[in-house]
């Protein structure tokens, strides 16, 4: 079974401060992809970023950084002085690459960035 | 152009009615799913289409019955409504054949029974 977890289920931060959340992940799959999306107040599902567990290197994307570690099972993200705008729910999701094509979500963290 | 649409937006029911939300992508996708977001925001698989073929169904009550008429269409058909059933259903897609597993989220439909 795959499992996602994202302990943090609230994070309140003043803009221009730096924000991490945490992703654990479960799987017994040598090969399998996570994901990070966000979900702002609108409502919709925004694609942030996907890593396959063959690539453990660092990205970096505007004030976006993700820090995949396979030896702890995490997948955590930052966000380096942060904005009103990146007030949101922030899921991490993990697929297996074999057929069964389900992404399994963690339950979300909310970030709210007070001005 | 909006990839991934789905219609309508808000839906506002009774109890017992039947309802359809409807999907369309326009990204040339195989495979098409519909997920649910409940009143804790908790997104979970229901149904995964490929190639108009069943791949996933999760344990979902026989009253929900996804349809996919054609690649780029899959509707949600919900028979005798409950109230437990107000969520968030998103729609998706994802080309699995060139094995880029990059999923497009539709827009939402928020379905609320009184």
């Known amino acids: 079974a795959q499992k996602v977890t994202q302990a943090q289920t609230e994070i309140s931060v003043v803009e221009k401060e730096d924000v991490t959340l945490d992703c654990v992940y479960e799987?017994?799959?040598?090969?399998?992809?996570l994901f990070w999306y966000k979900q702002p107040p609108s409502g919709e599902l925004v694609f942030l970023i996907r890593r396959n567990s063959f690539d453990e290197q660092n990205e970096i994307s505007g004030r976006y950084s993700w820090n995949f570690q396979k030896s702890t099972s995490s997948f955590n993200f930052t966000i380096t002085a942060s904005q009103v705008v990146d007030s949101a729910v922030y899921f991490c999701a993990l697929r297996r690459r074999s057929n069964d094509y389900k992404l399994s979500f963690g339950a979300g963290t909310t970030v709210t960035v007070r001005a | 152009d909006t990839a991934v649409s789905q219609t309508p937006k808000y839906l506002v029911t009774q109890m017992g009615n039947d309802k359809s939300i409807k999907c369309e992508q326009n990204l040339g996708h195989d495979t098409m799913y519909w997920y649910k977001q409940d009143s804790k925001k908790f997104l979970k698989i229901m149904f995964s289409?490929?190639?108009?073929?069943?791949?996933i169904n999760e344990t979902v009550p026989n009253r929900f019955s996804p349809k996919s008429p054609d690649k780029a269409h899959l509707n949600l058909h919900i028979n005798s409504l409950e109230l437990g059933d107000s969520a968030v259903y998103f729609c998706?897609?994802?080309?699995?054949?060139?094995?880029?597993?990059?999923?497009?989220f539709g827009s939402g439909t928020r379905l609320t029974v009184v």
């Open positions: 289409y490929n190639n108009k073929e069943l791949i």
């Open positions: 998706a897609s994802s080309q699995e054949s060139t094995g880029s597993y990059g999923y497009t």
């Open positions: 799987t017994r799959d040598t090969t399998y992809y």
